[in-house]
């Protein structure tokens, strides 16, 4: 994103698609009707549900601490942005993000995570952006804390061999509500317990 477009996202308060950096992508038509625009426009379709799926597993992959093929989505290099309510999360590389993100989905923990409404723009062969509407509720036991809201993400993707990757993503929330438990709820399956990080491997 440019200087200007950062400085115009913070001037009103509004997201919007210029404030984030997004421009138009590649139209969703077919110049002609020959085999070759039909071929690129079927690849431009192809490409948008591609990045859905990527974004979906995203959203799968944390909530069920699958943190091996959630290294695979991600670029080596990607950089990470979230403005929460109380917080501002700022990590670059991938590796990086997954020693959080390892960190957060442990074993006193649930996590419920949901993207809609996809916005994607291609812009190239190699390049596409994406705007999605999250939803999310996490519970975090051994601090008796819950929190609950939306948020807007904006994604930037990267074509490499074949594969989309996520190369940089940011969120910015809608509303956040944060509230002390004063009891846990009585949970009939609880799958992080089984298979999130053990709180004693957890880097602080």
Same mark, same amino acid.
């Given at each position: 994103?440019?200087?200007?477009?950062?400085?115009?996202?913070?001037?009103?308060?509004?997201?919007?698609?210029?404030?984030?950096?997004?421009?138009?992508?590649?139209?969703?038509?077919?110049? &002609?009707?020959? #085999?070759?625009?039909? $071929?690129?426009?079927?690849? *431009?379709?192809?490409?948008?549900?591609?990045?859905? @799926? !990527?974004?979906?597993?995203?959203?799968?992959?944390?909530?069920?601490?699958?943190?091996?093929?959630?290294?695979?989505?991600?670029?080596?290099?990607?950089?990470?942005?979230?403005?929460?309510?109380?917080?501002?999360?700022?990590?670059?590389?991938?590796?990086?993000?997954?020693? &959080?993100?390892? #960190?957060?989905?442990? $074993?006193?923990?649930?996590? *419920?995570?949901?993207?809609?409404?996809?916005?994607? @723009? !291609?812009?190239?062969?190699?390049?596409?952006?994406?705007?999605?509407?999250?939803?999310?509720?996490?519970?975090?036991?051994?601090?008796?804390?819950?929190?609950?809201?939306?948020?807007?993400?904006?994604?930037?993707?990267?074509?490499?061999?074949?594969?989309?990757?996520?190369?940089?993503?940011?969120?910015?929330?809608?509303?956040?509500?944060?509230?002390?438990?004063?009891?846990?709820?009585?949970?009939?399956?609880?799958?992080?317990?089984?298979?999130?990080?053990?709180?004693?491997?957890?880097?602080?």
């Amino acid at each position: 994103m440019s200087e200007r477009a950062r400085k115009t996202a913070t001037i009103d308060g509004t997201l919007t698609k210029y404030g984030m950096g997004i421009k138009e992508g590649l139209a969703l038509e077919t110049e &002609s009707d020959n #085999a070759e625009d039909l $071929r690129r426009g079927l690849q *431009h379709l192809m490409d948008i549900e591609a990045i859905k @799926q !990527v974004k979906h597993a995203y959203f799968r992959c944390i909530d069920t601490a699958n943190f091996q093929e959630l290294e695979g989505l991600f670029h080596e290099d990607v950089l990470v942005h979230f403005v929460g309510g109380n917080y501002e999360w700022k990590l670059q590389g991938r590796d990086e993000y997954l020693s &959080s993100i390892k #960190a957060a989905f442990n $074993r006193e923990s649930i996590g *419920h995570h949901n993207g809609h409404h996809p916005e994607i @723009q !291609v812009l190239s062969e190699t390049e596409a952006t994406g705007i999605w509407y999250l939803s999310d509720n996490m519970w975090v036991f051994n601090f008796d804390f819950f929190t609950t809201g939306t948020a807007i993400y904006w994604d930037r993707y990267v074509k490499e061999n074949g594969r989309w990757l996520i190369r940089e993503t940011r969120y910015e929330r809608i509303y956040e509500i944060n509230e002390g438990l004063e009891k846990q709820p009585s949970l009939s399956t609880h799958y992080l317990s089984r298979h999130g990080t053990p709180v004693d491997q957890r880097k602080d």
